[in-house]
Nanobody, 126 residues
Framework: VQLQASGGGLVQAGGSLRLSCALS????????IGWFRQAPGKEREGVSC?????????????YYADSVKGRFTISRDNAKNIVYLQMNSLKPEDTAVYYC???????????????WGQGTQVTVSS
């Protein structure tokens, strides 16, 4: 399994970005995909996750960290093998490198995931 994150960039506060996480080497429908972020000098933290479409107790269930609830939306397109993270009302404190990751079909925000994509930088200016 390989993951590739993309879509980061520079945006003003209040703006929006959409991140993409493309999975290759297997079928996305069997995997939960999580988004994590790491700001300079801070620990990596879980942002959002969507459970798998097949094999999990609750298919396609989204999870969000409290800090992004109501602003971020996670979704998946199994036909394209891509998970999206729509980020609206961005704040300077959302600035970080964003990573996608998977560790099976259930969501968790444990940073010890089995597979990681490379990071994509999100910078929100004030």
């Amino acid at each position: 399994v390989q993951l590739q994150a993309s879509g980061g960039g520079l945006v003003q506060a209040g703006g929006s970005l959409r991140l993409s996480c493309a999975l290759s080497g297997s079928a996305l429908e069997y995997y939960a995909i999580g988004w994590f972020r790491q700001a300079p000098g801070k620990e990596r933290e879980g942002v959002s996750c969507i459970s798998s479409s097949r094999g999990s107790t609750e298919s396609d269930r989204p999870y969000y960290a409290d800090s992004v609830k109501g602003r971020f939306t996670i979704s998946r397109d199994n036909a394209k093998n891509i998970v999206y993270l729509q980020m609206n009302s961005l704040k300077p404190e959302d600035t970080a490198v964003y990573y996608c990751a998977t560790d099976g079909n259930q969501c968790d925000f444990d940073v010890h995931q089995g597979y990681w994509g490379q990071g994509t930088q999100v910078t929100v200016s004030s």
